[in-house]
């Protein structure tokens, strides 16, 4: 049997390659061979962190009998969500409408022509809670395959064009609302109120998910209207979270999920796009507030990813396992390497410490885990930091000696984008500068591996080899608000023009001219039932409105007309969605709050490596006005006047009517007051007049002092 999952490059495809299932990967082949035999598709999607998907491999997929039933009667796929987020997107709508719920393992049966008939999730290998097993599942759609055909071809039918008619809502309706304005924001903040879990903070019930895009736009909110309500929701739930169990509190970063509405158990897998979000909105809470604990959560998230997702090749990998070997039974088990019963406290600590640590984190006898194990909490400060932090390191020295859990180590370069974003600006502000070079690091390795020729990304890559799929919405506006955010940083003017590049593929590629909607895939992407497009929020921003966010912050720094219309017109989804699912579109909000506030922009001009240009640079880095723009170079020739002081608002020339400064319109015409560094501040078409003092800077953009 040959083995087509041997070269893929994703680490989940490749744990499959030895499987007695006869896999193919995602393609033409896989459908031709399916049409040749006569015999319908089993698709399997999941990925490498997902710990039900080891259970069903081990449980069914390596089992010889019945693969070779498997291999009999089907033409069996295997997908990783991660590499094919259309492919995963398209199929996992059509198991949520069939069956009221999702998830991976998805496991969904299909026509040679790619048309779905039969869905379901995880099967157990013997029928239990009401599941068929998966052998049952298999004979079922084999018999109505071989024996109602027909009836099968009038369902994949049905589900098709059910399809379709979903598709069609967001490609007419995207362009017919105007963006979001103060009233919509405002009932949309009033709405999340509604779930806020006051007690325990976050959004909702069980399971509990980490609400970073919705934190964004609390944080927006709040520094444009000072709404108190916004920040409290915002502060209560990076608190909770920072101290609870889906927090990794010896060796920083977050899990998925929290499995209950404490955020005491988590599901173990840690994520790098989670990471990354969660980096940027501790950061962010760090800047609103002075928060200490938002602070050392940023640090430690940030060393997190640098320690433990760096690639070889600079990038970052995009997940750890939920499981790992327990030493005691051997087997594969969730949680094992992150959980402590009290006696594993004592044979590490020796009985003060351990007694010190049992209270400072919560580990009891009876466990907040399984089998008297306790998942690691900080319900309050320590009572002596110098204990906690003894203890803290030689916890985590312990830790390290246990097997470790699996790491994905496919580079997405969405993913990557978003982690740029979240270490340049965290090593601008909290003054790492080894958190700016790992940022351009992983840019140059997208650059250099993800980046055709032809100026279109890649979206995955291993080892430093690219993989074959063609990157999605999300690659390319996330890549894009990794690099802007690098030019605000550190002022090289070719990020810029980057990001310009790829966000000129999106209007050509990706948008609906007729309506300003975007799809998810590419004008010449693969053809496949129906082409996705989704607005809301999932795990990460959804590519539609990271590309409004992205298309914004690019015209702010151009004047680019077109790419601010464009922007304004995907934020019209958001206009329609806010008050009815905010909780859903909470990067669409944080984008809204930045189009209502202008968003503001900064030029600062100064000699690079003067000490005065730093301070106005740092002053307007932590500026809190929602999604301030930040460019920062040397002064260039002025192609017209321009006061020197004053105050008001000063009606100059909009920027980049004269010389360009190293092709960033936004610096053109901007001297030097007085011959010192200077900042000016532009919004909605007017320019205050320059400063050069940074407390000025920073009283005009929110920030307080750090």
């Not at 040959?2 to 744990?15: E, F, G, H, I, V």
């Not at 409290?232 to 920083?252: C, P, Y």
């Not at 609103?288 to 070889?312: C, I, N, Q, Y």
């Amino acid at each position: 049997m040959p083995n087509r999952l041997a070269d893929a490059t994703s680490p989940y495809l490749q744990q499959h390659a030895d499987n007695p299932v006869d896999w193919w990967p995602w393609g033409p082949e896989a459908f031709a061979e399916a049409e040749r035999r006569g015999v319908p598709v089993l698709l399997s999607v999941g990925y490498a962190a997902c710990h039900w998907c080891h259970v069903m491999a081990h449980e069914s997929f390596e089992d010889d009998e019945l693969a070779a039933y498997a291999n009999e009667r089907f033409v069996a796929v295997k997908v990783d969500r991660e590499e094919r987020p259309d492919v995963d997107a398209v199929y996992m709508e059509a198991v949520q409408a069939a069956t009221g719920q999702g998830g991976w393992p998805m496991t969904v049966f299909l026509t040679p022509e790619k048309d779905p008939f039969y869905f379901g999730t995880y099967f157990p290998p013997e029928p239990r809670h009401g599941m068929p097993s998966f052998r049952q599942v298999l004979e079922g759609v084999d018999a109505a395959w071989r024996d109602r055909r027909e009836e099968v071809g009038e369902v994949a039918g049905r589900i098709r064009a059910d399809l379709a008619r979903r598709a069609s809502v967001y490609a007419v309706g995207g362009g017919v609302h105007r963006p979001p304005g103060e009233a919509e924001l405002h009932e949309a903040l009033v709405a999340l109120g509604r779930d806020f879990d006051a007690r325990r903070g976050g959004f909702g019930g069980a399971p509990k998910f980490p609400p970073a895009m919705v934190i964004e736009f609390l944080l927006r909110h709040h520094a444009r209207t000072g709404s108190a309500a916004a920040l409290e929701m915002a502060v209560r739930t990076a608190a909770a979270m920072a101290r609870g169990g889906i927090h990794d509190q010896l060796g920083g970063g977050f899990a998925r999920y929290a499995v209950d509405a404490d955020w005491v158990v988590p599901h173990f897998e840690k994520m790098l796009y989670d990471n990354a979000l969660l980096l940027r909105a501790y950061l962010h809470l760090w800047r609103a507030t002075g928060s200490p604990l938002a602070r050392r959560v940023a640090l430690s998230t940030a060393d997190f990813l640098l320690r433990e997702l760096r690639t070889p090749e600079g990038a970052f990998a995009s997940a750890l396992d939920a499981d790992s070997l327990d030493r005691e039974s051997g087997a594969s088990v969730e949680g094992a390497y992150y959980a402590w019963t009290p006696a594993q406290l004592a044979e590490v600590l020796g009985e003060a410490d351990a007694a010190f640590a049992a209270e400072l984190y919560e580990v009891t006898e009876a466990g907040t885990f399984e089998h008297g194990a306790s998942v690691l909490q900080l319900l309050s400060d320590p009572r002596d930091d110098e204990a906690a932090e003894r203890v803290r390191a030689a916890l985590f020295a312990a830790r390290a000696e246990r097997p470790a859990p699996a790491r994905d180590d496919k580079v997405v370069a969405a993913w990557n984008g978003l982690a740029v974003a979240a270490l340049a600006e965290t090593g601008a502000l909290l003054e790492r500068p080894d958190l700016v070079e790992a940022a351009e690091r992983a840019a140059d390795l997208l650059l250099a591996v993800h980046l055709t020729p032809d100026g279109r990304l890649l979206r995955t890559s291993r080892d430093g080899r690219a993989g074959a799929n063609a990157g999605v919405l999300e690659d390319y506006a996330d890549t894009a608000e990794g690099f802007l955010a690098l030019y605000a940083v550190t002022g090289a003017a070719e990020w810029l023009q980057l990001a310009g590049g790829l966000l000129d593929t999106v209007l050509k590629h990706f948008a609906d001219e007729a309506s300003g909607a975007l799809f998810d895939t590419a004008d010449d992407a693969e053809e496949l039932i129906r082409r996705p497009q989704d607005p809301t929020d999932n795990a990460t921003p959804s590519g539609w409105t990271a590309a409004a966010g992205a298309l914004l912050t690019y015209a702010a720094y151009t004047g680019s007309a077109r790419h601010r219309t464009a922007a304004e017109r995907a934020l019209g989804i958001v206009g329609a969605l806010a008050t009815r699912a905010p909780r859903f579109i909470g990067w669409g909000l944080a984008v809204a709050e930045a189009l209502v506030d202008g968003p503001r922009e900064v030029a600062v001009v100064g000699p690079a490596g003067d000490s005065a240009t730093a301070a106005l640079h740092r002053a307007a880095l932590l500026g809190t006005a929602p999604g301030v723009v930040v460019a920062v170079g040397e002064p260039t020739a002025v192609g017209g006047s321009a006061p020197v002081g004053g105050s008001g608002d000063w009606q100059g020339d909009w920027p980049g009517t004269g010389p360009e400064a190293a092709g960033v319109p936004l610096l053109a015409d901007r001297p030097l007051v007085g011959g010192a560094p200077a900042a000016y501040v532009c919004r909605h078409f007017a320019c205050e007049a320059p400063t050069t003092d940074p407390a000025v800077l920073a009283e005009r953009l929110g920030a307080a002092e750090r």
